[in-house]
């Protein structure tokens, strides 16, 4: 199929054109020559991408990917690549450069005692459940009302929209996968002793059957999936271990009964790549406030901020007095 642009794409289709339409606009602002997105909850303006990149990932909508669907309860979609090797190593070092992210600690109850959990990765996350959104004026207000800002006390976390950057890649993806991503959350992982354990990504607040496209950009690392363990009253299942190479570019789309029925990882590697570190993004859509809170509470959290010095190369803590204009 010939590739088409954004714009091209929703010109054929109606009614997701009148739905890009009344998508808020993120607020953006000039930086010393470069169009950037601002809110008064980023650290810093995150600037928009460089045209050499914004102009493919435009071209990106009708990139064909591969089903996987030879197991039981699974549905996956595997773009080997869906962003162009020739710029996902830009896109990388541009996101690496360009976001903000946080090492979260948070504590949980384990065994009748309060343990701190730090997460082996570097995070950050954009976005709002579906029943809100950010209007012009930056404010968040209800999706029933739109003229209406929500109550004070609506959210105790402090959520911020998706920049620019971040957003033409979702309105990509959506067209591409045909559905709706109202939350982006990144993970930086530094190298190969930052990790994510065995989980699925099957929250009550993203409803049954959710959708997550989830990009790999930067080194390759293995991601591993295998079936949840059955119960004692389910029939025993054959099912295979799956490990799936991912590599600068691609992404995988998980739909259907998979995040109900699979656990999925990104083990801690020796040597290799991985030391040159890897982006994951991941767009959701969360249905209702507790998404948000939650999303914020464990990629946000409520410790220090880290920026990426390109001079000792690796993340460094950043404070308001260490920025420069
Ligand atoms: O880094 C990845 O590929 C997986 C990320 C992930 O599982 C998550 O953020 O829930």
Redesign the pocket.
Known sequence: MAKRTLDAFFSLTPTAAKRARVEPQSTTTTLNSTVATTHPTYSWPVPHLPEHISSEVELLVTTQGKEIKDQPHLDLLYFQPFVPRSISQDLFNFLRSELFFYRVKYTIKRFGKETIINTPRFTTVFGLDETSFFADNNQIVEATSPTKPVRKDKYKCKPRPIPECLDLLRRVTEANTNTKYNFC?V?Y?ASGSDS?SF?S?DERFLGPDPA?A?F?LGAK?D?LMKHKPTKEDEPKLETRDIKLP?ASGDM?LMRGPTQSNWL???PKRKGGEADKG?I?I?FRRAMIPAGTENYYRYNVGEGGVYQWDSTKREMMPWSKSTITS
């Open positions: 959350l993970n992982y994510i989980h990504d997550i989830s790999t690392r991601f991912l995988v999925h990882s990104i890897r994951n991941t």
